[in-house]
């Protein structure tokens, strides 16, 4: 389920050729860009080297499988600890490594001029160390901080956007200050329990951490069975899990009802086996959502299974649906030997195919596999930091263009206060849903249509008026360059930019802003303000909020 904050390769193909020096930093993506200009400065004694004791030359690298003693500085790109070598300054970068512990690391990997290593063991722990309540957190690939306090947290993703803004988005700490652009991270008031849909996986043969092997049942194949959440960086390998801290209490209560009975051997289910593609039950997908007459909890249950077998999974459904917020279990049957949870086919075998939720005073129906914002009550918090920053008159005189606009969300929760949205996407299924949550709101001034954002050519912006405020919510590799060209070229008064990838939005930011004189591309626009939002508490993800404005004589 972990996400990461990394600048994907195809982002960064016009970076490369354009910036000779971001080519070079972003080459190396797991190391924060502050950090990099600080290693070259480093010290260059040198000291000898053996297989514990640290060489101090600028040429130090250590070897695989060499132990170091680190001190963790940072937090970086996908969560992980950005440490230095003791004495040497070598950078090196340590999933689960934490701001201020000291600690014995392994190297694993070497990196062109970094390395990567795992913990052996803590000398001295972390600063803001808390108890982490959840009892998988040193395993799980969900929640990498729960043990850091959740200000620290926050800090953490506040420097890692300010660093990236800087660095990348070359844009200088005394504007960023001076001008206050910069906004204190919006923290989530609700910090467990927050998500609303979680995608568990079945499989025949349970990870289990090394600490605790002695407690698997060698012998015992069916109590090895796993249902639970993939080891980081493991598409074959469960971690066995009761209960996730990050879903709703019923949801807990489904997995656990579901835990309970579905190894029972007269039931006769089979996980399924991603190397022999053999087994029947694939994933659980829980989703979460809210009765729009009593304000309560309902959910949907949806089993991905390898083929159409109901009878089989009658017993699992009998015992879901006697919990009374169920309203709704599916089946999305998936034939295909990948890993994904989207069915060819889809049947409903409880209840009804959809449940519902509000956002921003409106209704939105879900079905087993719509986008929507997985943490429901930051979204509110989301939505309407945009709506501030989109600065509507509110006369409803003018025109929005909502660019990667999902199933149309943002578009709609502004459309009741302004002329027309218009609502670009390139899934199918999420245009249609767009369309449906504009009939189900009795919103007549949204029109959505499917297009590759990627792919637009010069007509792109006769197909709507020149809108007022543009909505751009990329996914994580950011906006194409024929995009931004397209928007230079366009010169909207406002676009309010949401991203959820803080080092291509430093990218973007820096295209608009300041152009890139060897592509002979100037920026026109100033940016007004920088917002982080934390929409995952625990996890390394961060969300921005961007406003930028067109500068006054943009030629
Ligand atoms: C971060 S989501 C934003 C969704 C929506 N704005 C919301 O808040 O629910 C990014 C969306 O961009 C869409 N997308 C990704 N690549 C695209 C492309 N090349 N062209 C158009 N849409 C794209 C994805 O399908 C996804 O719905």
């Known amino acids: 389920m972990s996400m990461a904050t990394t600048v994907p390769s195809h982002g960064l193909r016009h970076v490369y050729t354009t910036r000779p020096w971001l080519a070079k930093t972003l080459r190396f993506s797991s190391i924060p860009f502050a950090s990099l ?44 600890g950005l440490c230095k070598v003791a004495d040497s300054g070598f950078i090196v970068m340590c999933d689960r490594a934490l701001p201020g512990e000291r600690f014995i690391g392994r190297v694993t990997r070497r990196k062109a001029s970094y390395a990567e290593v795992t913990k052996v063991k803590t ?30 947290q926050l800090r953490a993703k506040e420097q890692q956007v300010c660093d990236l803004v800087i660095h990348v988005g070359r844009f200088s700490q005394s504007e960023l200050e001076s001008l206050e652009i910069m906004k204190p991270i919006v923290p989530c008031d609700i910090q467990f329990h927050y998500r609303n849909k979680m995608e568990f996986s079945f499989g025949p043969d349970r990870w289990v951490p090394k600490e605790l092997l002695a407690e698997k049942n060698e012998g015992d194949k069916i109590m090895n069975y796993a249902l639970g959440l993939h080891a ?55 989703r979460t959502g809210r ?6 909890p309902e959910l949907m249950v949806n089993f991905v299974t390898s083929s159409y077998k109901p009878e089989l999974l009658k017993p699992l459904v009998d015992r879901v649906s006697a919990i009374p ?52 009550h930051q979204a509110e918090v989301l939505y309407r930091l945009i709506e501030e920053s989109a600065g509507l008159r509110g006369d409803g005189s003018e025109i929005v263009l909502d660019l990667f606009c999902g199933t149309g969300t943002i578009g709609l929760t502004l459309a009741r206060r302004v002329k027309h949205v218009y609502g670009y996407e390139v899934i199918a299924q ?22 590759d954002l990627n792919k637009i050519d010069a007509s792109f912006g006769n197909n709507f008026p020149r809108p007022d405020i543009v909505i751009s919510d990329p996914n994580r590799p950011g906006m194409h360059m024929k995009l931004i060209k397209f928007l230079l070229k366009l010169k909207a008064p406002r676009i309010v930019y949401v991203s959820c990838n803080p080092a291509t939005c430093a990218r973007d930011l820096d295209y608009l802003c300041h152009g890139a004189a060897e592509q002979n591309i100037k920026g026109c626009y100033k940016l007004k303000s920088l917002q982080p939002v934390d929409m995952f508490p625990h996890t390394p993800h961060i969300e921005c909020v961007c406003l930028l404005e067109l500068c006054d004589n943009p030629s």
């Not at 004694?45 to 695989?64: A, E, G, I, L, M």
């Not at 803001?128 to 309540?133: E, G, K, R």
């Not at 656990?256 to 086996?273: F, G, H, K, M």
């Not at 921003?360 to 719509?370: H, K, W």
Request: with cysteine; net charge negative; glycine share 6%.
């Open 123 to 152: 000398i001295s722990p972390h600063w803001d160390m808390v108890d982490a309540p959840c009892e998988y957190a040193s395993y799980c690939g969900g929640c990498k901080t729960q043990n850091l306090s959740y200000e620290a």
């Open 291 to 296: 009765n729009l007459n009593t304000g309560l």
């Open 430 to 451: 999420a245009i249609s849903d767009a369309r449906l949550n504009a009939e189900l709101n009795q919103i007549h001034n949204a029109t959505f249509v499917q297009g």
């Open 232 to 286: 980081p960086g493991f598409f074959d390998k469960v971690l066995n899990v009761n209960k996730c801290l990050l879903q709703s209490e019923p949801a807990n209560l489904v997995l656990a009802t579901i835990q309970d009975c579905w190894r029972d051997v007269d039931l006769e289910l089979s996980p399924y086996n991603v190397h022999s593609h053999k087994g029947f039950l694939k994933h659980l997908m829980l």
């Open 325 to 376: 917020e169920v309203v709704s279990v599916m089946n999305n049957v998936n034939t295909s030997v990948g890993n994904t949870s989207v069915g060819e086919e889809e049947y409903t075998l409880y209840g009804k195919p959809s449940i519902t939720e509000t956002l921003r005073g409106l209704t939105f129906q879900i079905s087993a596999n719509s986008f929507f914002q997985t943490n429901t």
């Open 37 to 80: 200009a600080s290693e070259q400065a480093e010290s260059d004694t040198t000291k000898q080297s053996n297989n514990n004791v640290v060489d101090k030359s600028s040429s130090y690298f250590p070897k695989r499988g060499q132990t170091v003693e680190l001190v963790c500085e940072s937090l970086a790109f996908k969560g992980k």
